[in-house]
Nanobody, 126 residues
Framework: QVQLVESGGGLVQAGGSLRLSCVASGRSFSTYGMGWFRQAPGKEREFVAGISGTWDGGTTKYAASVKGRFTISRDNAKNTVYLQMNSLKPEDTAVYFC?????????????????WGQGTQVTVSS
C-alpha cells in the first residue's frame, strides 16, 4: 500500500501559478505511474496529468484542457511528484488529488489507481 500526501494548493489570481507536490511512502516509488486528478464542486473527478514509472521512461500524458499550461514531473530520489500549474484559469478551481497507479504505464482511468491522497484545494479567482 502507498500513502500519499499532497501540498501546495491555495488561492491565486487568474494567470498566476502554483506548484503542487505529492510525497509518497510505501512500495518502491520509481516503479509505478503517478497521476493528478481534480474534482470541482458538483462534477466528477477528472484526469489532469500522469507520468509513468522509470521502466516506461517517465512518459507524460495530459488532459486537453491543461496541455501547454501544466507540467507533471517526478523526483524519484525524493519520492515526490509535482504538478506545475501556469496560466491558471477560474475553471481550474477544484480539489486536486494525486494517485499512485497499479501499473508502470501512465493511464488516465481512475480504476488504474490504487492509492489516493487526501486532496489539496486550488482556487483561482477572476
Amino acid at each position: 500500500q502507498v500513502q500519499l500526501v499532497e501540498s501546495g494548493g491555495g488561492l491565486v489570481q487568474a494567470g498566476g501559478s502554483l506548484r503542487l507536490s505529492c510525497v509518497a511512502s510505501g512500495r518502491s516509488f520509481s516503479t509505478y505511474g503517478m497521476g493528478w486528478f481534480r474534482q470541482a464542486p458538483g462534477k466528477e473527478r477528472e484526469f489532469v496529468a500522469g507520468i509513468s514509472g522509470t521502466w516506461d521512461g517517465g512518459t507524460t500524458k495530459y488532459a486537453a484542457s491543461v496541455k501547454g499550461r501544466f507540467t507533471i514531473s517526478r523526483d524519484n530520489a525524493k519520492n515526490t511528484v509535482y504538478l506545475q500549474m501556469n496560466s491558471l484559469k477560474p475553471e481550474d478551481t477544484a480539489v486536486y488529488f494525486c494517485g499512485a497507479s497499479m501499473y508502470s504505464t501512465v493511464l488516465a482511468g481512475q480504476n488504474s489507481y490504487g492509492s489516493w491522497g487526501q486532496g489539496t484545494q486550488v482556487t483561482v479567482s477572476s
